[in-house]
T-cell receptor, first 112, second 109 residues
Framework: DAGITQSPRYKITETGRQVTLMCHQT?????MFWYRQDLGHGLRLIYYSAAADITDKGEVPDGYVVSRSKTENFPLTLESATRSQTSVYFC???????????FGSGTRLTVV | RKEVEQDPGPFNVPEGATVAFNCTYSNSASQSFFWYRQDCRKEPKLLMS???SGNEDGRFTAQLNRASQYISLLIRDSKLSDSATYLC??????????FGGGTRVLVKP
């Protein structure tokens, strides 16, 4: 199906483990983004990418790593998960010059 | 000061009534403004863009006041299905969106 998909939808992991959240879009949009949403903070930008092999830090990048080897994929890795990274993570994409950001359904991550 | 500030609400609105709320922003370089809607922690979805001259989309009216640095959203003839959290969003240079914390609206029969 066309669109933007995130996996997994739900994930529980232990402190210190590495975990990767996947994001895949079928539109070949240039821009992709990772946000986290926590109560009292709204959505905060973690990392974004303007094209394959181009990534930049957002507002809250510490503890996260991204890559964009292919236009359609933008995985987010927590190298050593901490409880403070318990959150809902949203991936989004946007085409160059477009006005609409389309979000995935989100990944609810719990770090215990 | 936060970059984007919204009254978290909730705004309890009788069905059929009008509700309006604002969002202030601090970055004067903001170029584009949007209202997004989010239901029950699902993904945000674009409701409407906000233009300098103001714009309408059915029962929804958005306004931008650059001098005072705020945008507003007005919902007329509220429906039960309008119950949601409305996110104020702006975009500065760099194609990055900055989100407000959201205003929760509850429409009641």
């Amino acid at each position: 199906d066309a669109g933007i998909t995130q996996s997994p939808r739900y994930k529980i992991t232990e402190t210190g483990r590495q975990v990767t959240l996947m994001c895949h879009q079928t539109w070949s949009h240039s821009y992709m983004f990772w946000y986290r949403q926590d109560l009292g903070h709204g959505l905060r930008l973690i990392y974004y990418s303007a094209a394959a092999d181009i990534t930049d830090k957002g507002e809250v990048p510490d503890g996260y790593v991204v890559s964009r080897s292919k236009t359609e994929n933008f995985p987010l890795t927590l190298e050593s998960a901490t409880r403070s990274q318990t959150s809902v993570y949203f991936c989004a994409s946007r085409d160059l010059g477009g006005n609409d950001y389309t979000f995935g359904s989100g990944t609810r991550l719990t770090v215990v | 000061r936060k970059e984007v500030e919204q009254d978290p609400g909730p705004f309890n609105v009788p069905e059929g009534a009008t509700v309006a709320f604002n969002c202030t922003y601090s970055n004067s370089a903001s170029q584009s403004f949007f209202w997004y809607r989010q239901d029950c922690r699902k993904e945000p979805k674009l409701l409407m863009s906000v233009y300098s001259s103001g714009n309408e989309d059915g029962r929804f009216t958005a306004q931008l006041n650059r001098a005072s640095q705020y945008i507003s959203l007005l919902i007329r003839d509220s429906k039960l299905s309008d119950s949601a959290t409305y996110l104020c969003v702006f975009e500065a240079a760099g194609n990055k969106l900055t989100f407000g914390g959201g205003t929760r609206v509850l429409v009641k029969p």
